[in-house]
Structure formats: C-alpha cells, structure tokens
C-alpha cells in the first residue's frame, strides 16, 4: 500500500506544483502589465 | 467562453474526485497484483494524455512550419486526408494485424488524426498555432513526468525492481528528454528562428511517440501488454474506473492547457508592447 499512496501522492504533488507554477507566472504577467500602465 | 471555464472546472474537479474514489475504493482488487495495480489507473490515462498532447504539439509544428508555403500547406492537407483513408481501410483488408491490434481502434486513430489536424487548423492562426504547440508540449511533459514517476512505483513491488532498460522505458524517457530540451531551447533562445528551430524539433520528437506506443508489439520488453485495443482483455468494472480516470485527466489537461494558451497569449502581448515602448523611447526627439 506504501507504493500505491505513493504514486497517487506523487501525481497530485507533480498537478499541483505545475499549477502553483502557474499561478505565480500569471501574477508576474499581471505585474509587468500594471508597469506598462504606468 | 468566460463562463464555459468555470463550469469545466465544476466537471472536471467532481470527475477526479469520483475517479479518485472509483480508483482507491470500488475498484476490485487483482488477484495477482493486490492493491498496487491500482497505480495503472494513474499511471495509463496519463500516458494516454502525453501522447495526445504530444501529438497536438506535432500537429501544431507542422502547421506552424507549412501554413506560410501554400503548396507545403495543400500538400499537408492532403497528407492528413491520406493518413485518416489508409487507417480506415487497411486495417479491415489486411488481417489479422500484428500484436492482435484491432482494426477499429486503428480506423479511430485515423480518424482523429485527420480531424485534429483539420480542427486545429481552423481554430488557431498561423500566429496562435505556436503558441498551442507550446502549451502542448509544457502540459505533455508534466504528463509523461507523471508516467516516468508512477511507472517505477508500480513496477519495484510487481518486479522487483525500479527500472530496467527495455525498449518501452526507454524510448518513454527518450520522448521526455526531447520534450524537455524542446522546452529549454524556447525558454533559452531569443533568436527570431527560435519557433522555427523547436517546430522542426517537435516534427522529429513526435517520432519517438508511436516508438513507445508500439514497442511492446515489435520488441520483447519487460513492459505488460496493452489491455485496451490491442488484443487483451480486462474486467469490464477495471475498464470503467480507466476509462473514467481518462476522461478526469483529460478535462484537467484541458482546463490547464486552456489558462497556459491564455498566459502564453498574454506574455507575447506584453513582450510586443514593451519591444514597442523600447523603440519609441529610442526614436530621435
């Protein structure tokens, strides 16, 4: 069962940092557009 | 479209929690395996999702390098209406196929591929198709790193070992190294014919993809046979949880590629308009 909670853990962790990821670049972006605003 | 977002990820989020379910609960056990075999439920739709964003990416590529050329372009059209033909027909002529392949599951994929390639073709310009390939190809590698990470779970309690250098594990990391140099040469290269140079790379990546796909049936490997489509069988309740999983991971896939293609969209934005700022700012008073 190790394994098994393992692998389930692992793929959620893997969906979630990309989507973190995301998250950050998309407010990067936000920021760099409210600069050119200025 | 703004409202369609949500709602897909209504669907797609209550498909992953019954998928989850399905997968860890009411699915039944195997008799050989025990639970561990449950990581296939995992482990295959998301091989199946890298393959199909994989392909997209090709798709995107070839479209990217032959729209600006319009006999290149015909010449594809008719390449993609060539491919979804031979598909449908010759695996009902020529039987029984290798590996126990069945000719509807060929004829399928013949047709999905001309109508992908057609269907790409309408909803994204010669500019946007660039910006789907590499959507595609950031979401497929967190796929295929998906099915690199699960595989060697499964495989250490079921054979005892972690990896083995078969055909199937290979030309699977194979196809994930050159995904992820695709992905390095366009973070890291700033030249104009860096969308060219990775359209060219992604044409000859995508080799690798019926590689993996069909090495089971051509090479003796390690690797278990398929269940689906390819002459196995497996319990119809097995095959329902699969098949679930599959749509769960696809709408996810969807969803993800969906906010990347929009961010991508954005970035190319801003980085048009801060070349823009910089070339005025430049100018001559």
Redesign the interface.
């Known amino acids: 069962?190790t394994?098994?909670y393992?692998?389930?853990a692992?793929?959620w962790i893997?969906?979630l940092v990309?989507?973190v990821n995301?998250v950050r670049?998309?407010t990067r972006?936000r920021k760099?557009?409210e600069e050119?605003g200025k | 479209m703004k409202r369609a977002f949500p709602i897909l990820a209504i669907v797609t989020a209550a498909l992953l929690s019954y998928g989850?379910y399905q997968a860890?609960v009411a699915a039944p056990t195997d008799r050989m395996q025990g639970?561990?075999y449950?990581?296939i439920y995992?482990?295959v739709p998301?091989a199946w999702v890298a393959f199909l964003l994989f392909f997209l990416n090709f798709v995107a590529s070839i479209q990217y390098l032959v729209r600006p050329k319009p006999v290149a372009d015909r010449l594809a059209n008719w390449v993609a209406i060539a491919i979804g033909v031979v598909l449908c027909v010759v695996p009902f002529v020529y039987r029984p196929l290798p590996g126990g392949m069945e000719p509807s599951a060929l004829a399928t994929t013949g047709l999905a591929i001309t109508g992908i390639y057609f269907l790409i073709k309408k909803l994204f310009s010669e500019l946007t198709v660039d910006a789907l390939a590499v959507v595609t190809a950031e979401?497929g590698v967190?796929y295929c790193?998906?099915v690199l990470?699960?595989g060697p779970?499964?495989a250490?309690?079921v054979w005892g070992i972690w990896w083995t250098w078969d055909m199937r594990l290979t030309s699977t990391l194979v196809l994930w190294l050159i995904y992820v140099s695709y992905l390095l040469l366009r973070k890291f290269s700033t030249g104009s014919q860096t969308p060219l140079l990775a359209a060219a790379l992604a044409v000859f990546g995508a080799l690798d993809v019926p590689l993996v796909y069909f090495s089971i049936w051509f090479f003796r490997t390690q690797h278990p046979q398929p269940v689906i489509g390819g002459g196995g069988s497996i319990d119809p309740r097995m095959l329902h949880v699969m098949l679930i999983n599959l749509l769960a991971f696809l709408c996810?896939a969807g969803l993800?590629c969906w906010?990347?293609y929009r961010?991508e969209i954005?970035?190319r934005e801003?980085e048009e308009?801060?070349a823009l700022?910089a070339l005025l700012d430049r100018r001559p008073r």
């Open positions: 069962m394994f098994l393992a692998a389930y692992a793929v893997i969906h990309y989507v995301l670049r998309y972006l760099e557009i050119i | 989850l860890l639970d561990v449950r990581i995992y482990h998301s979401v967190v790193t998906i990470v699960t779970l499964w250490r309690p996810f993800v906010s990347r961010l954005l970035q801003v308009t801060q700022e």
